[in-house]
């Protein structure tokens, strides 16, 4: 089933941010406090989702965060 919402979710009231990589639930996280950060990750222990608190002080980690899906996808940005 597809988000409707799209893989990028922000919420400008709390300056957070959700970056669903691929399908699947969590079923552990991994927590980054230096970065404001928490990976989902999968049953395999790779990445299914990116929570970012406070994201306008982050854009390495939503760089992060959509290379990930962008690779995930399969899509390759152009030089």
């Known amino acids: 089933m597809t988000d409707p ?3 990028v979710l922000y919420d400008p009231d709390t300056d957070s941010m959700y970056v669903k ?3 699947g639930p969590g079923v552990d996280s991994r927590v980054d406090d230096a970065r404001d ?3 989902d990750l999968g049953e ?3 990445p299914v989702g ?3 608190q406070y994201a306008s ?3 390495d ?3 992060e ?3 990930t899906l962008r690779a995930l996808r399969g899509e390759v940005r152009a030089a």
Request: proline fraction near 12%; charge should be negative.
């Open 5 to 7: 919402h799209g893989p």
């Open 50 to 52: 990116y929570d970012i």
């Open 57 to 59: 002080r982050h854009p």
């Open 44 to 46: 395999d222990g790779e």
């Open 37 to 39: 950060l928490v990976i």
């Open 21 to 23: 990589v691929r399908p």
């Open 61 to 63: 980690v939503i760089a």
């Open 65 to 67: 965060a959509l290379a």
